[in-house]
């Protein structure tokens, strides 16, 4: 049995820039270590590395021969089953989610991959309280295009509820992650932010899946972000503005409601 081992490493100095990511990367991957590497707010790097002990003391080893660092810090922690050595913190592509009145009402989640934007229905829509699982239907791929629509069509309609780029997260390399039926990634949207994670719970022809928001300094317990923020990230309409084809935007309507006692009064 391999020696197994995992530590978090702090890395000081001058490694805010990509190339000292790309280069710790391939420092880990030539080990045979797994984990991930990421820039903080702080401009420090923290790593992630597990493997065989040996491996993981090298990699402390040589990490200050890599140019810009100067101290590493080193404290073990529990090997959480990393597949891939990944960079951690870096747009993977954008996202979409879709406020869609058709024969019945759901919110269309869209993730890039690969070129395309793989897609699920989710009837009740996104929540930020991570005790609420979110039933989600995977339907077809859309392209990149469809993330710019918003238009009343028939008798309901599409607004752009949130948008932003997202990264990918995980154990797993994507798309395996996805195909494997368990997909982790953070979003930066407008409205939606943080560690979000897709498992699917049954195969077959329209695949089902449940959306849950991780547990993180964005998740709000209790909270409704699809009854709190139910406006267009494009227009500032709700859906049902779209639909009902007013024309105004959402101020005059807020005077109009002001009651007329308090206008005249003025
Ligand atoms: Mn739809």
Not at 109 to 136: H, I, N, Q, Y
Not at 181 to 193: D, I, S, Y
Not at 212 to 227: H, N, P
């Amino acid at each position: 049995m391999p020696d197994l081992t995992a530590s978090r490493i702090s890395v000081t100095g001058l490694v805010s820039d990509v190339s000292v990511r790309d280069d710790v990367r391939s420092v880990a991957m030539r080990l045979g270590l797994l984990g991930w590497v990421r820039l903080e707010a702080d401009g420090m790097l923290c790593l992630h590395a597990e493997g065989e002990r040996d491996a993981v003391a090298q990699l402390v080893a040589t990490l200050p021969s890599i140019g810009g660092v100067d101290s590493v810090s080193e404290r073990q922690v529990r090997v959480e089953g990393h597949e891939q050595f990944a960079i951690r913190g870096v747009p993977a592509g954008v996202f979409v989610v879709q406020e869609h009145q058709a024969t019945a009402h759901h919110f269309d989640v869209r993730l890039e991959v690969d070129g395309v934007m793989r897609s699920w229905a989710v009837p009740k829509g996104p929540s930020m309280d991570p005790t609420v699982k979110r039933f989600a239907v995977q339907v077809e791929d859309h392209t990149l295009e469809h993330n710019h629509f918003e238009a009343a069509a028939g008798k309901g309609g599409v607004i752009i509820w949130d948008r932003g780029q997202y990264e990918q997260g995980g154990r797993v390399p994507w798309p395996e992650a996805l195909e494997r039926g368990h997909a982790v990634f953070v979003l930066h949207g407008e409205k939606l932010h943080g560690g979000f994670a897709l498992q699917r719970t049954s195969d077959g022809e329209k695949p089902q899946w449940l959306l849950i928001k991780r547990k993180d300094d964005y998740a709000a317990r209790g909270s409704d972000i699809v009854a709190e923020r139910p406006e267009s990230v494009h227009s500032g309409l709700t859906l049902a503005e779209l639909i009902g084809g007013s024309s105004r935007p959402p101020s005059s309507r807020a005077r109009r409601s002001v009651p007329r006692r308090r206008r005249s009064g003025a």
